[in-house]
């Protein structure tokens, strides 16, 4: 007999993961091996479990979906993730493959797609609900253009490698995290970080926040619940 492909379902409403078991156990192929209603808990079953796919939420009460996709990856390697979510806006999905989601469901979609996008994904595609697909793509092509219309003068002060730090504590990475990727200490990130605030007379990381909304370096949108 085959072996089956364990999922792990991570979503903070009991009768939502109900329901995407009762999808999932549909298909004979697949087993679901646990089920998460926050962060945390979800952490602690893909460390242990290592599913091939863990079917997620971005909004969890406790961290954010998009850091949670980076953190399970880390500790499973070999774990795909598919964000199934009520936010269908292009932002979210953007940010959500870039932090290393695999395919992208809206929840309104689920009991029809599901079954879909589950099997795209352990195949090793990439896989995006087709009712936001389009605008996905646009939105994507855009993001180039869109950096280039930065012309903050004050922005235009700080290095190179400045912007890279500053788009990265903006987005929410660590100094641990914006270290390790790239290849610097964690005493030369305080550093550029501190360099930055002096250089954009800003004071709290909230307010690197709000100033790289302005200058559109980020979608405030994305920090909202």
Not at 41 to 61: C, N, T, V, W
Not at 66 to 71: F, G, K, P, S, V
Not at 169 to 188: D, P, Q, R, Y
């Amino acid at each position: 007999m085959a072996q089956k492909n364990t999922i792990l379902i991570v979503d903070d409403h009991a009768l939502f993961r109900e329901g995407l078991r009762a999808i999932i156990e549909r298909n004979p192929k697949y087993e679901v091996v646990g089920e998460a209603g926050n962060g945390r808990e979800a952490l602690r079953m893909a460390g242990k479990l290592k599913p091939d796919l863990a079917l997620m939420d971005i909004s969890l009460p406790d961290r954010s979906g998009l850091e949670l996709i980076r953190e399970i990856q880390k500790l499973s390697p070999k774990t795909r993730v598919m964000v199934v979510s009520m936010h269908s806006k292009i932002d979210y999905i953007v940010k959500a493959f870039q932090a290393g989601a695999a395919g992208y469901l809206v929840k309104e979609s689920a009991s029809d797609k599901l079954q879909q996008g589950i099997g795209s994904v352990l195949k090793g595609d990439y896989f995006m609900d087709t009712s936001v697909s389009q605008k996905v793509v646009k939105k994507l092509m855009g993001l180039q253009e869109k950096e280039m219309k930065i012309t903050d003068a004050a922005y235009d002060t700080l290095t190179p490698r400045e912007q890279e730090v500053m788009a990265m504590v903006a987005e929410g990475f660590s100094t641990n995290e914006i270290s390790k990727k790239l290849f610097i200490s964690s005493k030369t990130v305080e550093n550029h970080r501190s360099s930055i605030m002096r250089k954009l007379d800003l004071h709290s990381i909230i307010e690197i926040v709000r100033y790289a909304a302005k200058i559109g370096l980020i979608d405030i949108d994305l920090w909202k619940e």
